[in-house]
């Protein structure tokens, strides 16, 4: 097949134990699924029904980068994630087989230009430009679900420059991992490499050019990314 144009470079993962990738194929998003993230972004944290977002593929970078600030944002935040990674694709997947479609696990940052998310939502706009820009997506390599199992439970925690920002568990999520698969496939069909940012525990906050970043999840995994001085 001939292209007009050089076709994209196709977005992956690193798998840990191997030297093959996890190709991405979407991001998907979980907006606000632990209760005290809800409660600091001045939302009632009870259980309704999650809503989703997205992210560009190419925003991936992997654990141990140094990039640069994003522009046009004073206010960058941190937070940090469980990605779940899909290895087989369905629509309408009942909870009960929902985790027979997972390949694996990795960690990631849902990097957030807050000051423009924030602005978009006054005006009832969408929130691209606040969370869809490069290089907004460090991850870390993933662990075979195979190895590890589905973690049910979990401490995960982000530092910035060695102080502890967000520290919680997997288990203080609202809706689960066999949850948060089964009713995004009600509205889209789920394919084979895409991945789902579940959410994000409480203590988001800034970060600057020259900060330091790691992130850890029990089980899964630990990140690190440096936002380059100015």
Not at 45 to 57: I, L, Y
Not at 91 to 111: C, F, Q, R, T, W
Not at 170 to 175: A, C, F, V
Request: charged content about 25%; overall charge negative.
């Amino acid at each position: 097949m001939s292209y007009v144009i050089p076709a994209p470079k196709q977005a992956v993962i690193d798998v840990v134990g191997t030297d093959a990738k996890f190709p991405v194929r979407r991001i998907w998003c979980v907006g606000r699924n632990y209760a005290d993230h809800a409660r600091e972004m001045g939302h009632d944290p009870s259980r309704e029904p999650p809503f989703f977002f997205q992210k560009p593929t190419d925003s991936i970078v992997p654990s141990g980068s140094t990039i640069d600030y994003p522009p046009k944002t004073k206010d960058l935040h941190h937070e940090i994630e469980l990605v779940i990674c899909i290895g087989k694709g369905g629509s309408n997947i009942p909870i009960e087989k929902a985790l027979d479609h997972v390949y694996g696990y990795a960690l990631g940052l849902d990097m957030t230009r807050r000051d423009l998310q924030g602005e978009a939502k006054k005006l009832q706009r969408p929130w691209e430009m606040g969370k869809a820009f490069d290089q907004s997506t460090p991850v870390t390599a993933v662990q075979p679900a195979a190895k590890i199992g589905h973690p049910k439970a979990g401490a995960i925690s982000v530092k910035v420059n060695g102080e502890f920002r967000q520290q919680g568990n997997l288990d203080q999520q609202i809706w689960q991992i066999d949850e948060t698969i089964s009713y995004l496939s009600e509205f889209v069909t789920l394919e084979p490499g895409d991945i789902i940012m579940t959410g994000t525990p409480a203590g988001v906050g800034p970060c600057v050019a020259g900060d330091k970043l790691e992130g850890h999840l029990e089980g899964v995994g630990d990140l690190t990314v440096t936002y380059r001085a100015a």
